[in-house]
């Protein structure tokens, strides 16, 4: 059975506007894998104006405050610090204070 994908569209997994799906082939065997959104013209528009939006309100804001915005992932970023940090100074010979900014 093949697996049928979405588009990523202003925070949303969403289908093609139109409803098509067009088949992916693995070329090795011919085999029908994927089933993945026709994106057309409208679907385009729909990402662009999503991608412009979000675009201003990156650029109206300084980086200290973007980080206000989303406390939950300023607490992944910190868990991957802790979890790569110590890995990272063993490779590169960074002291821990370095290593943490």
Known sequence: MSKQYKMYINGEWVNAISGKVF?????????IFAKVPCG?????????????????????????SKMDVSPESRRHLR??????????????????????G
């Open 79 to 100: 868990k991957g610090t802790e979890r790569f940090s110590p890995k990272s100074n063993r490779r590169d010979g960074f002291n821990i204070c370095e290593s943490y």
């Open 23 to 31: 088949d992916e082939h693995n070329p090795a065997t011919g085999e």
């Open 40 to 64: 057309e013209r409208p679907d385009v528009k729909k990402a662009i104006d999503a991608a412009n939006t979000a675009w201003a309100w990156l650029g109206a804001d300084t980086p200290d």
